[in-house]
């Protein structure tokens, strides 16, 4: 009960420090280009005539607006499939600095964008090293908070990001009303570097990660000192000794990896992309119980992308004003208030998410997404008359799927799969989430232009769909251990395995 009434000092700052670099820049760089989108436009029309002499036509227009939103889910990918790659080798602490860092050149070269004239390709630039460090950063936040949060307040720190990411939204819409001119829209690239600052400055003052520091030295006991400080207990306490074993074991099993010994279990065998995506080869019944959970884990995060949350949260001012015909200024203010909002609906989970579970938030929520969104389909069909039905369906998509879904589809993967296949997993199915926002994000946008409300099908449809499979796997991880959750699968799926600490 201590340990959920009174989280440590330590994990408070890192979990800040998490929050500020990967959902606060992730919430950012999704709406930055949301309010002054028709001043960016209008920038790339007149950059494009004159270099050419030509008028841009709208298509393609269109094309190169989505290409702008979507090269922040590719270079994400990158970053993912780097994060993997320097947490291994540097750590999560060096690897967050870094990774940090990167957002000044970032924005920077965004904001250079407007004063190299006619060179619009510097936005691109400069989104991409952006969103390749919060690529980055988004798989060190999970990874790094799963390993020394405690399992009771796990859930808590961890939602924190959403909270975050809302706020990070919430600031770009605010400064992005009155900068929405053509001469003042490179002003919203200029807060994201000022946190990127504040963030290294809290990393420096942060423990690295009890498991790299057995995984790169065998210190056991600056390890268990690092753990103590993030528990908030003394280093002799016996409840560390745990979270001591799995972090050993982890590193034990990596080692039995490179190095495999006669008679070694079948369930050592295999590496993260293994298990995933080839069952013929990993087939025995540990590799099917991962596999499941690792796919189960996939399946929260594709599901938060088809709800259209993320994509409508960064073309919220276009449905408004575009597809719903509110003014240019309601459609701006509108949408401001909506992200304002989102802010305290955000805590929600912070509170409710390790006392009320992962299951009912995240079934509630999506059954909630899919409604709001029908309800704007039919608003927008309606005509302007109904626009106020417009706003009520995207406020409650936004609002109530960050009360679930939203925040659980960060953290939920990553409950699901053994400590010494974490680091892995989480590069790849962020990498795979990260190709489903591509796909839908670069569709948006031009099928939104043709077909109008029919384009919200994208989202409707599959979100219905995929609510089914989700009742039937979703398990329960409040307050339990990896093993104890694959146990129950086992269970469930009737294979004799047993996952042991």
């Known amino acids: 009960m201590q340990l959920e009434m009174m989280p440590s000092w330590s994990i408070h700052i890192l979990s800040l420090a998490l929050c500020l670099s990967s959902g606060f820049q992730q919430g950012y760089i999704a709406a930055v280009l949301n309010q002054p989108y028709k001043q960016i436009e209008k920038y ?28 922040f889910p590719i270079a994400t990918i990158v970053g993912q499939f780097a994060a993997s790659v320097l ?21 920077l070269i965004s904001v250079a964008a407007k004063y190299c004239h006619p060179y619009y390709e510097l936005l691109f630039v400069g989104r991409f090293i952006w969103s390749f460090a919060n690529g980055i950063n988004g798989v060190v936040a999970t990874v790094w908070i799963v390993e020394c949060a405690p399992p009771q307040i796990r859930g808590r720190m ?21 900068a929405s001119t ?15 600052a504040l963030s290294m400055v809290m990393f420096a003052f942060v423990y690295e990660s009890p498991q790299f520091i057995i995984e790169k030295t065998g210190d056991r006991d600056r390890a268990r000192h690092a753990l103590a400080a993030y528990h ?8 560390l000794e745990e979270e001591m074993r799995v972090c050993e074991q982890a590193v034990q099993k990596k080692n039995n990896k490179k190095s495999p010994k006669k008679g070694q279990l079948i369930e050592e065998e295999h590496d993260g992309l293994t298990i995933m995506l080839k069952p013929w080869k990993a087939n025995d019944p540990t590799s099917k119980v991962i596999r499941h959970a690792a796919w189960v884990g996939l399946l929260v995060k594709v599901v938060y992308v088809f709800t259209g949350a993320r994509c409508l949260r960064g073309y919220s001012t276009f449905l408004l004003h ?6 240019t200024n309601g459609a701006l203010y509108g949408s401001f208030f909506v992200g304002l909002a989102r802010v305290p609906v955000t805590l929600i989970p912070v509170f409710l998410v390790d006392r009320l579970g992962r299951r009912p938030l995240l079934l509630s929520s999506t059954l909630i997404c899919a409604l709001s969104l029908l309800t704007m389909m039919l608003s927008i069909f309606a005509g302007e008359e109904f626009k106020v039905g417009t706003l009520v369906g995207l406020s409650a998509l936004l609002l109530l799927s960050a009360c679930g879904i939203g925040s659980i589809s960060r953290f939920y993967a990553a409950e699901l799969v053994p400590r010494s296949l974490l680091l892995n997993a989480t590069s790849y199915l962020t990498m795979f989430e990260a190709l489903t926002k591509i796909a839908v994000e670069f569709a948006f946008y031009p099928v939104a232009n043709v077909a109008g409300a029919w384009s919200l099908m994208l989202f409707l449809a599959p979100t219905t769909l995929f609510l089914i499979p989700m009742w039937a796997m979703c398990q329960e991880t409040s307050k339990k251990h990896v093993n ?17 600490s």
């Open 322 to 327: 575009d597809l719903s015909h509110w003014s």
């Open 484 to 500: 104890e959750v694959l146990n129950e699968i086992a269970v469930r799926k009737n294979l004799k395995v047993s996952f042991t």
């Open 182 to 196: 053509d001469d003042l829209w490179p002003l919203v690239f200029v807060p994201g570097m000022v946190v990127a």
């Open 87 to 107: 947490c291994k080798r540097f750590g999560r602490k060096r690897t967050a600095l870094f990774s940090s860092f990167l957002y000044i050149p970032g924005g």
């Open 158 to 178: 961890a939602a924190m990001q959403e909270m975050f990411m809302s706020i990070g939204s919430v600031v770009t819409q605010a400064i992005g009303v009155p």
């Open 232 to 239: 908030g207990v003394e280093v002799d306490d016996p409840s």
């Open 44 to 71: 790339i029309k007149d950059s494009y005539h004159e270099r050419t002499g030509l008028e841009l036509d709208e298509n393609v227009k269109n094309i190169i607006w989505s290409a702008l939103n979507i090269s």
